[in-house]
Structure formats: C-alpha cells, structure tokens
DNA sequence: CGGCACGTTGATCAATGTCAAGCAGTGTGG
DNA sequence: CCACACTGCTTGACATTGATCAACGTGCCG
C-alpha cells in the first residue's frame, strides 16, 4: 500500500501531512527548511530493519506510512515487542537524546516509508530552537511514565490480563469504531509478535485466546478480533472489587 | 545520621555538595540564587512518605542525605520498588517534565534530608537556561533507556538471574570497593524491598536466597553480604554459551 | 508477658514455559 | 498437477517456577 495520498511528485518536509502529529509542529519554516535538507527517505518491506540494537544513531526516524515495530532482544535470543508506531510516529529518538547506541531494533511490520532526519540536523535544531527541546522533554518523560506502567503491570498481573490490556490498546489505535457492539477490526500482528508484546509465549498466547474465546471475551478467526462488549475486556485487567 | 557534613549553619544551595553531581551544575551563580529561593528543605524518618503517586505535582526534589525509595503500586495492593536514590539524586522531575501528576510514590527508607525545589522554579529555570532542559532530556532519556532494559530483563530472566543483576547493581553503589574478595557490603533493603525490587514476593526471595547460599555464590547474614567471587554471581545472568 | 514486624520454612497449587506433534495454508520445483 | 518443504498456529503432555497459605522462630518494644 505505498503512497495512498501522496502523489505528490516530490515528496518534502513542507507538505507533509504528519507533520502536525509529531514534534516537528514547532518549527520554523526556516528550519523546515533545514529539516528538509536532512532528510533521507526509504521504503520497507515487512520484515526489513530500519535501525539496529548496538548500532551508532544515525538521527530520528520518521514514519510516513506502514507499520514498525521496536524490538528488544537479549543474549539467549529472547525478544520483547516493546512499541507500536503509526504514521506521523518518530522513532530512534530516545539514542539520539541519550547520546546513546541504538537499544532496540525497529523492523516494518507493514510496507512502510520512513523518512530518516541526520542526527547533525536534529542537534543543529535542538540547539536553535529551544522549543523543540522542550517539546521532546515532555515526550520522553510520558514515554518514561508508560514504561515503568508497563514494569508495573508486567510484574503485577497475568498473561491474560496483560493480553486483554494489550487488547484495549489495539483497540482504539486500530478499529474504526469502539461505540458499536461487537467491536471488530484487524489485529496489525502475528500470534507471535501478540506474544512478544506481553512477554510470553506463542503457545501461552494460543491457550490464553482459545480460553478468552470459551469465556465469551471475544472471538478471534486468523487476524479478526470480534468483541461483544468492551466492558468485559476491561473488567479481565482492573478488578472491580467495589463490594 | 542527620547532617554528617553539614554542621553549616545555612544550608543553602551554594554550599551544597550535592549539585555537582546533578543537573544544578549548569545553573549560573544568578539561577542559583532563584533555586535556592524556590526551596524548602525537610527531614524525613524511614517510612515518611515525601511524595505520593497520584498527587499533583509539587516541584523537583533534591536528596541531601539519606536514602530514598520510589515505588508504585497498582489497584489490588501489589507494589514494586522502581528506583533507589541517593544523595544528589533529584525525583519528581519526570512528573514534572511530563506535565503530568506523580506517578510513583517517594518513600525515605533512613533518615533523610531533602529539598523540594518549587515547580513554578524548575519551569522558569527550564524556560530561561536551555542548557538545564538538554541536561535533562539526556537524562530522561538514559532512564527511558533503563527502563525498556528492565522491561525486558522481567520478562526473560528468573527471580533468581533478577536478584543476581540487583546483587551486583547494589555491589556498584554501596560496597566500599568490589576489587577484593570475598566482596562484603551492607543491604540497604530489607528481605520485603529486596523482593519488590525484582517483582516477587519475600517468600520466593528467602528461598531464593537459601539456593544460592547453599550453591556458593554468596552468604547472607540478616542484610550483611558477603560474595566469595563476583564472577560467578555475573554468571547467573549472562550465560556464557560460547562453546 | 503479649503483641508485632520480620524472616524463614513447609506444603500445596496454579500459571506458565518447554518439548513435541500435527494441521492448514502457501509457495516451489519437478 | 503433485510432492515437498516451510511457516504460522494450535494442541497435548509434562516439568518447572513461583505464588499462596499457614506455621513458627526471633528480636524488639510497649
């Protein structure tokens, strides 16, 4: 699916229209101007990696279309998914703000086209325009508030639980419309990457939906998600014990 | 062990040796002054709460003396301890940074001196030295970093691989020096914190505990440690299958 | 003394990982 | 077109981990 909007002959910082979603709103047409210039675009196929664990930052990545997936892995070859990221999603930011290598790989999930900004122009701009700083500031800090949720979370509940949040969450980022009853979309992941999304297995995954599936949770055929009634999902991860 | 060093009269943000070893030291002599302006200090006994999830938050506090424990917990009463803080740690930023409200809890576990730096400061600060915002997205960043570490490191390790990474963490920060053996130290964590701080509970540690007692990777004696070889206690969570 | 927090230990059980097999769908080469 | 391999998913059997519940010892403090 490239280029569902853009056919636009030349593609450029100016008319983008993600632009408005993500940090770089607070530029500048000037530094437009110099983001524009840094700027390196690709396209990848599912399964093609876009950065690298232990690589040198090589700048911000910038996600026009497609799918990525940011992947953890240790020494014994464990993996975790650790996020999702749409279109208007920059990526890679976190090394480049650390002063650090790469500490997870990004991977398309989907065909996708992403934009890389040179690590030399995000400083140039960080260093001009403190606002952009400022900006990234309260982005990481969030992120760093989500991620010790999820340290929380993971230590604190179940496989099915974990799953059902999972669930949610894919919810509102993927189906058309959660106010319809049964609520239905796409799942964008494998059973595997489910898996790795909660820090489990593939066979632990498969139990844990074919459970779901008998309890009337929802119903799953291939990558189709039916939910009858949202409010069930919920209720498998925060206990309502309001007695 | 209130005050070891400071029999100074006025305790004032010039004279603190902690701001070399936290963001402060980018502050000129004028900001200083503000921060020091914008300060209230207070003495904490172990089990004081300093701050509490949930609670808007107040500004940046700056640990003098002492030891600090952040911790969150969910709905059912399951807590774990994120982070440890020592004296020239600041906490409450990420809160601060993100514009959003604490959300872990700061808990003295000695006695503690530690100054809150008022929020309406910081952000005046923030706005008016740049060079404070990029010392703490670096920051923010490193932890953001850590924390996806840790996430991963849940999720692939057991108790046991978990509390030989916490041994050597706490080795780095509180042994007197971990070049000879056996290495001893005192645990600032009871047998319950210990627990929380890998995500299980005080029976699985005390058992944990037991095993490795009996397999000679160290000996524990109330919160006295003594490690014969720190190589082999390295080894429980880095296998080395080069064969 | 009695109560209480802390730590340990035992017994038990549920949750989850591991290993192995099988099945459906898909593409490939003969 | 078929045989084959391959991948993703599921299922079963089993082993292991770790949580839970309960009991008990120890030291501390009123």
């Known amino acids: 699916m490239p280029s569902s909007e853009g056919t636009s002959k030349k593609l450029n910082c100016f008319t983008c229209q993600r632009r408005e979603r993500n940090e770089w709103c607070v530029l500048s047409d000037e530094e437009l101007k110099m983001l524009d210039r840094g700027r390196v675009t690709k396209e990848y196929m599912p399964g093609e990696v876009i950065f690298h664990e232990g690589d040198a930052c ?140 909660i820090g489990t297995t593939p066979e632990s995954m498969s139990r844990t939906i074919a459970k779901m599936e008998q309890d009337g949770i929802a119903t799953f055929s291939g990558r189709r998600v039916s939910i009858p009634l949202l409010e069930t999902l919920v209720q498998e991860f925060e206990p309502e014990h309001f007695i």
């Open 58 to 197: 090589r700048g911000v990545y910038c996600l026009e279309v497609g799918l990525v997936g940011v992947r953890k892995s240790n020494a014994d070859g464990n993996s975790i998914l650790l996020h999702l990221n749409n279109p208007g999603d920059t990526m890679g930011y976190r090394a480049l703000l650390a002063g650090e290598e790469y500490r997870a790989s990004g991977e398309a999930l989907e065909p996708s086209r992403v934009c890389l900004i040179d690590a030399a122009t995000v400083r140039t701009l960080l260093t001009h325009n403190p606002a952009l700083g400022l900006r990234y500031l309260t982005r990481v800090s969030q992120n760093l508030g989500s991620a010790e949720e999820k340290i929380l979370h993971n230590a604190t509940f179940s496989v099915r639980a974990r799953f059902a949040h999972l669930l949610t969450v894919l919810v509102d980022r993927y189906a058309e419309s959660k106010d319809e009853s049964p609520v239905e979309f796409e799942l964008p992941l494998s059973r595997h990457d489910l898996a790795s999304m």
